[in-house]
């Protein structure tokens, strides 16, 4: 593992790359190098979190047009690519990668969870010149069962994702996110300890982001299982619920929306939810609102606006009664 205080200074040669963790799989195709030869001018690095769940680290610039290729087996991966751009293929799935705005001369960045279940062609195709400034978290299939809890309402969603061939997400990471991917590349130098608690804290951030956008409903679980129209319909409650902006939502209009009446509404959240439909709503705003000052940095205001408050102190006050901490607690 390569952790260097300044990236400009470090070196990478062939040699390195092929004595990577999984590289025995490794065909390099281009160009022809011998194994002293420098490939990459920055930091690599790779951990083992715990058995089925390991990541790998990047924020190094490719000194070739350098084409490799390899084999990966089976899993997950949960990867946040910050800046560059290179063409990687997993099968014929192509990665995505950040789009550059020339306008505001920054990266934007992007965040990609796939799955995969047979072994697939891993290429990667990189220009001289680009750098490449990414974190890549693997999954193992095993290891994300055995974390499952099967009494998760989303239990289903979860499976099936993973167990279809190659299923993909992608979403803007959020600013937390990306401070976690950047601690991760930039992680200070400790005892090998201590490093290892630093990655691990943030790796499970970023898994925590990532398996939060296959369930964006951020209240209570279900009392219990609702099926077929009832499920489709409560999806819907929620998706409409997370597009609310600065609006303080009435039973009325959510019942309005989804096509029921204010009866059905409140029959169907109370025997899912174990609530009203007025406290579901306020309840799912307000969680959707620490969400949004935890992971994005937004401001008391900003996040009582989200959760449909004029009033930042009457948002503080019903936070508190909510979460039992306030709001400046959070920030």
Known sequence: MFVPLDRHKH????????????????????????????????????MD????????????EDLHDLKIETECGPRLSASVFLEGHVDAFVGDFKIPMPSYDDDARHWSPIATVFSQNRIEKFVRHARKGVRLKKVTISISHDWLFAHLDRSDPRFHIF??????????????????????AEQIIAAPNRSPF??????????????????????????????????????????EIETFLDDQRGNCLTVEELARHIGMSQNSL??????????????????????????????????????????????????????????????????
């Open 159 to 180: 499976k099936e994702f993973a167990e279809t061939h190659v299923s993909s997400l992608s979403w803007v990471p959020s600013t937390h996110a990306i401070g976690l």
């Open 49 to 60: 979190v715990e058995e089925g769940l390991s990541v790998h680290y990047s924020n190094a």
């Open 11 to 46: 070196y990478v040669t062939k040699e390195d790359l092929m004595d990577q963790p999984g590289a025995q799989h490794m065909r390099w195709v281009g160009p022809s190098l011998e194994t002293s030869d420098e490939v990459l001018r920055g930091a690599i690095g790779f």
């Open 266 to 331: 409140q029959r169907l959240i109370s025997r899912a939810y174990g609530l009203s439909a007025s406290r579901f709503i306020r309840k799912f705003g307000l969680a959707k609102a620490r969400t949004a000052l935890e992971r994005d940095g937004l401001t008391i205001a900003e996040a009582a606006h989200i959760a449909g408050y004029s009033s930042p102190a009457n948002f503080s006050t019903a936070f508190k009664r909510e979460f039992g901490l306030t709001p400046k607690q959070i920030v």
């Open 194 to 235: 201590q490093h290892r608690l630093y990655i691990t804290a943030r790796v499970y951030g970023l898994l925590d982001e990532a398996f939060q956008h296959f369930s964006e409903c951020p209240v209570d679980p279900p009392v219990k299982a609702i099926d077929g129209q009832d499920r489709h319909r409560l999806l």
